[in-house]
């Protein structure tokens, strides 16, 4: 491992089902339990390609990107900080699959 | 400056404390006395006067503000603590203010404070009160008289008390005592690590909301604009269900999201949060139901029975996990109502008893799937009732209060048993190899799926001899974990009776399996989820046999296997549970 993978600083590439893809720090992907799975085992083809594809359709793989970077931000922020809240960011239409 | 704790303190002032003696009684008293002693003469006063006056002078050094005023009676000169509560009354009204400020400071506290809390704060109070008083400290700048070298010194911010106490040392005495005088106090020091450490805590406390909680709220938020969620098809919403029920957030508000008059069949895998109103809601909502099933419906009570009897007329299949509340009466009421009922399973009931076993079986003769799991009162008298059932394909008796007997069981086998589909009969431990012979090879030969887990006095002879005998056609599930005695013969004799069609095979905690026997799971070309959990024999060359073996395994569970390493060899789509050492790699 890198020094720069254990940093967190490369590019992890996110696909989504419908072919989009977004591409994000891979302390940010790190965010998500699942990710981590994928990227820790050195073994995983998602390891070693660093591309997780991320089995949604793009709109809501698109939230999900998002709220790991709000998770990512604000995870450590400091207590008297004001974190905004990422309910308002969620449209209802894809709450529900978002939640699944 | 101020000290927060409590030194030790004398016998005598412990004692007196828990008489409940404070200053202000002493106070009273003393006032009292001096009343008395003018009424009896005033040369008695000034003698008293005086002996003040000549007492101080003995003391040399006390503190000017101290000077020239009253001092305790004669009464009282022989304790310690009457002198120091002589003190506090002549300082009482500079120690009233403190009380006042001390009573303001805790009226603003916050009620959520807890109790240990309160009661830390209390003590600190009391102690405030006594030792400032008793400590007045004189101005900084102000001369003084060392009570050691009795030179006269400025007063200074590191001035010292003398040890023993009266008076103040100046500085080279302070030093020569072998006390630092620039030392901080370490008591304020401690405080503050205190009111740290409480601040950690609420930091700790801001977590961020995961997203699956950010999405509920807003489903929740807008479970009246259903539109917003466009149209749901039905495994979309079992699997939206099963999210919610994950996380145990299926509220009475959220759960109408999933009723529809055309709903025939309803799965709530945790209801926890449903109260009485909204089971009776969702009966009404869903009218046409024929399937219903409810886990942990710890809120199902009476009266909502009683609504289902009247507002679920379709209802063939009912699965209730945890139904506690409910009473033999709304039982018998609703079977009553419910002639069509095909299948009724029961999973933890304290209540269900003979007398509702036999209104089920009066009522609703056409059950073909009966679960009566970890009923309590679940005995032999039950079984007579459930051999009248005639059209009985799915028998679950297990995990009962007290075991049934080998012969009844087997007297429901001899009705029922040919026509037998599943049978659970786990943790009956009356029920041994004589069981198995005369009764489940006897009766049924078509059995799909048979559990007998937990039977401690199978043996290995005894269930060997049984495969050995059977021939069932379909058998598919098979599951007898936890028979320790049993193994090194059984599991040879098992394979050849059934590997052909089994698809799930639970042999847990057969302690003897020989590694031979175990390398041939993999001619079972059906199997699907395999447990050889505590099957001490397992080891890495057995794992990879199984697994080249068996296509269509999906999962193994082989937890207790101490000789299956984190090395052992892995196949795509099939998950391993219970590897002991895999912990460890992941943890790097």
Known sequence: MSSQQQQGDDWIRITSKDGFSFVVKRNVALRSGTLRNMLDEHNFAEAVQKVCPVDERAAVTEKFVEYLAYK????????????PDFGERIAPEIALELCV | MTNNVRGPTSALTEFLRELGINHALIQRRGQRWQQQQAEAGPSNASTNANQDITNEEEQGGLPDSLTGEAAPDSDHLDSEEEVTTGKKRKLSKAALERQKASAKKKAKKNDDEDYKDNEEDAYTAKSLRENKSTNPKPSIGSLQKCSRCSKQFTMTKYTMAANPPPGYLCHSCAKSSGADPFKKPAAPRKRKSAAEKRTITNFQERKLPTLVFLCIKVISQHINDVEAFGDIGSVNLDRI??????NRSLTPENATLFYDVRNKNINIYDGTRLEPPALTTLALLNPNLTSLRIDFCGHLNNAVLDSWSTSLPALTRVELLGP???RVPAWISFFRSHPGLKGFLLHQSPRFDLECMSALVTHCSRI????????GKLDDTFLPHISSLKYLEQL???SPGASCSD????????????QLTHLDLSCH?????????RGILAYTPHLVSLKLDNLPSLTDEGVAAFFHAWTPS????LSIARAHDVGSHALPALLDCAWSTLSTLNINAWRDTTVESLVNIAKAQELRTLDIGWNRAVDNFVIKAILDGCPKLEEIKCWGCNRVTAECPRKLNVNLHGVESSVYVDAY
């Open chain 2, 324 to 326: 506690f509340l409910v």
């Open chain 2, 396 to 398: 679950d008796l297990s």
């Open chain 1, 72 to 83: 990512a931000s604000y995870e450590n922020a400091n207590p008297n900080e004001e974190i």
């Open chain 2, 407 to 418: 012969d009844s069981v087997i007297s429901v086998l001899k009705e029922r048993g040919a």
């Open chain 2, 474 to 477: 379909v058998l598919s599930t």
């Open chain 2, 429 to 437: 431990n009356e029920l041994g190899d004589d069981f198995l012979k």
């Open chain 2, 241 to 246: 269900v099963r999210a919610l029920c994950r």
């Open chain 2, 368 to 375: 073909t799937e009966l679960r009566l799991k970890e009923i």
